[in-house]
C-alpha cells in the first residue's frame, strides 16, 4: 500500500493535536474522533514520527472516562516533564451529563502522570479543578503549561471565557500558577483582548529574540492565529499577516524539533463530502513548519520532507510560455491527466499591473471547470475559487452568492516584485497550498472531478518560468 501524506487512524478522525518531543522523536498526541451515535468518549490517542513523513499510529494513550465520569470526553490539553522525569499531562475534562449552575457542562483541568515514559498514564482525579471566579464554567479548557524559569514556576493558560460582558467578547486566556504541577492558584490573565468569543488551544514559545502567543479564534473565522512579543509578559503585537493558514486548517500546536518548529493541526472534512457541504469539527492530521523572518513575523510552509515523498516525473503536456492578456484572459490547459496525489510547483513572473494568475487544478479540458489557485496582485492575496458554484437554477442569476471566491479560503499575501512560487500538494480531496513558502492554504477539494492541469492570466501578463509536477513512488 502506498505511503500517505496526511495521517488518518483507520477507524476514525483527527482532531486537536497535541504535540511533545520525546528522546528526538516526536509525539503526536490527537483526540480521536469516531463521529458514531450516540456519540462514544474521546480518548487521547497517539502517532509518532522521526521523519515527519512515515507516522506509526499507537492507537489510545489517555483513555477517557466512564459515562459518570468527570472526563468522559477527555478532550485538548498539554505534555510537560518535570525535574524528575516524570512526565504531566493535563486535560480538558468534560461529561454533557455533569452540568454546572447555568445547566450548561462543565469543562475542567484534569491531571495525569507517567513514570514509564509515557507507555502508560495515571489519572489524578483529586487535582481537578474548574473554573476561577469570575469565568464561565462552560468554557475553561485546553490547559497549556509551562515552564517560567525567571519566576521558577509553572504556568498555565487555559482558553476561557469572563462570566460578564459582550457575549461574543468575552474571550479571556486565564493564567493559573504552580511550583509543584498540583497544586494550581489563579493569576492575572495571560491576555484578555475583549475582541474574541473564546481562545482555544493556546500556547506560548520562544523563539530567537521573540516570544509567541499562539490560538485558535474560536469565533466567526476559525483560524489559528499568532501574536509576538519580547517577553511572555507582553505587549502582544499584531503581526500584518497572523493567521497559520485558512479556514480548515484548525488548532493548530507545536514542538521543537531538531531546531525546527513544526505545527500540527487538522484539515477539516466537509458535510456530504461536498464543497458546499459546512465544515466539520476533525478531520486529516498535517503538518507545517514555521520559519522566523529577519523581523521576527513567522512564515509558514509545507516541511521538505513531505514534499520530497513526491519524486516522480509526471507529464502533463505544459511547457515554460508566456501568457499575455493586456485586457482579458489566456489560459493553457495540459492534455494529460494528473494522478490523484501530486506535487506541483510552479515559478512565476508576473508584470505590473497584471490582476490575476495561478494554477487551475481538476480542470476541464477547455478550464472552465475545475479549482484556481489564484493570486491577486492588485489586491495582495491568494484564493481558491472554483466553477461552476452551487446554483438554484439554470439562469444566470440563479449562481449562488454574488462572491468573488470561496470567502473563507482567501490568505493575505505579499505579492510585490516579480517572481513567486506556488507550491500545491493533492492527496485524494486534501490540497495544501503554499506561496513563496511564506503563506498556506489547506482545503478539500471534493466536487470537481476532472483531473487537467492548467495555467491562467487575466488582465495583464504572467510568465510561466518552470513547472515541475510529481507523484509519489509507486501507484498513483
Known amino acids: 500500500m502506498q505511503h500517505r501524506v496526511f495521517f488518518q487512524p483507520a477507524d476514525g478522525w483527527v482532531g486537536d493535536v497535541i504535540p511533545f518531543v520525546h528522546d528526538g522523536e516526536l509525539w503526536l498526541f490527537y483526540l480521536h474522533e469516531r463521529r458514531q451515535t450516540p456519540k ?35 478532550y485538548t490539553g498539554s505534555v510537560v516533564r518535570d525535574a524528575d522525569g516524570v512526565q504531566h499531562l493535563f486535560y480538558t475534562a468534560q ?17 495525569a502522570t507517567s513514570t514509564d515514559g509515557m507507555r502508560s498514564w495515571v489519572k489524578h482525579p483529586e487535582h481537578t479543578f ?94 489559528t492565529r499568532y501574536r509576538m512579543a519580547r517577553s511572555p509578559e507582553g505587549p502582544w ?7 497559520l493558514d485558512g479556514r480548515a486548517f484548525y488548532a493548530a500546536k507545536s514542538a521543537e524539533l531538531g531546531g525546527r518548529r513544526i505545527f ?20 486529516t492530521m498535517s503538518l507545517l513548519e514555521a520559519v522566523q523572518n529577519p523581523d521576527g513575523t513567522l512564515g509558514f510552509r509545507v516541511p521538505q520532507e513531505i ?16 501568457l499575455k492578456a493586456p485586457d482579458g484572459y489566456a489560459d493553457v490547459i495540459g492534455a494529460e491527466p494528473l494522478p490523484s496525489r501530486y506535487y506541483v510547483r510552479l515559478d512565476v513572473a508576473i ?19 475545475g479549482y484556481r489557485v489564484r493570486l491577486e496582485p492588485k489586491r495582495g492575496r491568494l484564493v481558491l475559487d472554483r466553477w461552476p458554484r452551487r446554483s438554484t437554477g439554470d439562469a444566470q442569476w440563479q449562481i449562488s452568492g454574488d462572491v468573488p471566491h470561496q470567502i473563507e479560503l482567501e490568505r493575505p499575501a505579499d505579492l510585490g516584485g516579480e517572481s513567486h512560487t506556488l507550491e500545491v500538494i493533492v492527496e485524494d480531496d486534501i490540497a495544501v497550498i503554499v506561496l513563496d513558502r511564506q503563506v498556506c492554504l489547506s482545503t478539500r477539494l471534493y466536487d470537481r472531478t476532472h483531473n487537467g492541469l492548467g495555467v491562467f492570466a487575466g488582465e495583464g501578463v504572467a510568465t510561466v518560468k518552470d513547472l515541475q509536477v510529481l507523484r509519489p513512488t509507486g501507484p498513483g
Open 351 to 369: 508584470e505590473p499591473g497584471t490582476t490575476e494568475c495561478g494554477l487551475l487544478l481538476h480542470a476541464s479540458p477547455d478550464g472552465d471547470r
Open 95 to 111: 461529561n454533557p451529563g455533569v452540568v454546572g449552575e447555568d445547566g450548561l457542562p462543565l469543562q475542567l483541568v484534569a491531571h
Open 307 to 322: 514534499t520530497a515523498v513526491f519524486d516522480q516525473d509526471v507529464p502533463v503536456g505544459l511547457a515554460p510560455t508566456v
Open 237 to 243: 503585537l499584531v503581526p500584518e499577516r497572523d493567521t
Open 40 to 74: 462514544p468518549g474521546t480518548p487521547w490517542a497517539l502517532a509518532t514520527t522521526r521523519d515527519l513523513v512515515h507516522l506509526t499510529d499507537h492507537g489510545v494513550s489517555l483513555a477517557h472516562g466512564g459515562a459518570a465520569d468527570a472526563d468522559f470526553n477527555a
Open 130 to 223: 474548574g473554573a476561577t471566579a469570575g469565568h464561565e464554567t462552560a468554557d475553561w479548557r485546553d490547559p497549556f503549561v509551562f515552564r517560567d524559569e525567571r519566576a521558577g514556576l509553572w504556568r498555565m493558560l487555559i482558553a476561557a471565557r469572563h462570566g460578564s460582558g459582550p457575549e461574543r467578547r468575552r474571550g479571556v486566556i486565564a493564567q493559573c500558577v504552580s511550583a509543584d504541577l498540583v497544586t494550581w492558584a489563579a493569576a492575572d490573565a495571560f491576555w484578555d483582548p475583549r475582541r474574541y468569543v473564546a481562545h482555544e488551544c493556546p500556547e506560548v514559545f520562544a523563539l530567537g529574540d521573540w516570544w509567541y502567543l499562539v490560538y485558535s479564534e474560536f469565533s466567526e473565522s476559525f483560524t
Open 264 to 283: 500540527a493541526g487538522w484539515i477539516a472534512t466537509r458535510e456530504g463530502g461536498s464543497d458546499d457541504g459546512a465544515w466539520q469539527w476533525a478531520g
